[in-house]
């Protein structure tokens, strides 16, 4: 292969305390089949080893950059990557992940021929210890399939698309602008909106293989598996946000964005109830939560009587729910004397 005469990928990795995957992931990305890439491995404050490693990852492969940043979270340990990338292409992978030798070769030769193509994704498997499994039944294609510009991205945050950042290739021409939004657990559904945005002023499609050239790995203490912090909360805001933002301009996807986080309450609720130390630590952060769900759509949800009555009684006296969980606690405690 010629280098001189192919585009640079930039793939960007945020590192953070992930040192038992960390040698797979790097592996994985240095032993990628089309060679012409600038890795840049953001050590984000790390405690343990992973700023070591990916120090002696560079010293043996000029193409490995690496940044060490004081702890400052995922979208800005991403946004420090992309401060300094030089590629013509852009990827964003995640640190306790790996790729398929493919993975960059397949997602760049998408592109040819497809110059209303601003980004390419593939599937991925959801790997957790030892088992490897296709992620989503509802996702899975038989050929190549070119989203519009006017939808892809909206598909991604309402669920028909894999809305994550890390299963794609970016022109960086489309997303040279755009920054993740720190402070945020769930920021790829904001990132995906931004990105929605900037696909429509320079319409331009996305393009979906259906090869799985990515391995997701589902671990404790991972952002999305914390057991520690519910993931819901943020994801409802997000889509809140969305939602409000786009009422005017775009009524129809407002309108289903609001439908999917009525069914993240009532998710988030069944959550509180199983856990009871997020139901003392986050339960205040429900009522507002609540509050957001019009009264005619509890109705409608597809959940049994009692919780309907619950969620009723919440929604309309929310000033009682204290008052029954008392009583619930002391009955609780006579039937067990």
Not at 11 to 30: Q, T
Not at 96 to 112: G, H, S, V
Not at 307 to 335: D, G, N, T
């Amino acid at each position: 292969m010629d280098i001189l005469s192919t585009p640079l990928v930039s793939v960007i990795v945020p590192v953070y305390n992930v040192e038992e995957y960390l040698k797979e992931c790097i592996d994985s990305i240095v032993g990628q089949t089309y060679p012409h890439l600038e890795i840049i491995l953001v050590d984000d404050g790390s405690s343990d080893q992973c700023g070591k490693i990916c120090d002696e990852y560079s010293m043996v492969d000029n193409r490995i950059r690496v940044i060490h940043q004081p702890n400052r979270g995922l979208s800005a340990a991403r946004n420090a990557g992309l401060e300094v990338a030089r590629g013509e292409y852009v990827s964003f992978i995640d640190s306790d992940d790996y790729l398929d030798r493919q993975f960059i070769a397949k997602l760049l030769e998408a592109f040819d021929g497809h110059p209303e193509v601003g980004i390419t994704a593939c599937m991925y498997y959801r790997k957790e210890q030892d088992k490897i499994t296709f992620n989503h039944a509802s996702w899975r294609m038989d050929y190549p399939v070119i989203h519009s510009y006017e939808h892809c991205c909206e598909d991604a945050i309402l669920g028909k698309l894999p809305v994550v950042v890390w299963n794609k290739l970016y022109r960086v021409s489309l997303i040279e602008k755009l920054r993740f939004r720190e402070g945020r657990i769930v920021e790829d559904v904001l990132y995906m909106y931004d990105l929605s945005l900037e696909v429509k002023r320079q319409q331009l499609s996305l393009l979906q293989l259906p090869d799985c050239l990515y391995y997701y790995r589902i671990r404790k203490g991972s952002i999305c598996n914390n057991s520690d912090v519910p993931v819901l909360p943020d994801s409802i805001r997000c889509r809140m946000e969305i939602a409000q933002a786009v009422q005017s301009d775009n009524p129809d996807f407002s309108r289903k964005l609001r439908k999917m986080v009525d069914r993240e309450i009532i998710i988030f609720n069944g959550q509180l109830e199983l856990n009871k130390e997020w139901k003392k630590k986050y339960v205040s952060t429900f009522y507002p939560l609540l509050k957001q769900i019009p009264i005619k759509d509890i109705f409608t949800y597809e959940v049994s009587l009692r919780l309907r009555a619950v969620l009723l009684a919440i929604r309309v006296f929310p000033q009682l729910y204290p008052v029954l969980r008392s009583m619930k606690r002391a009955l609780a405690s006579i039937m067990h004397k």
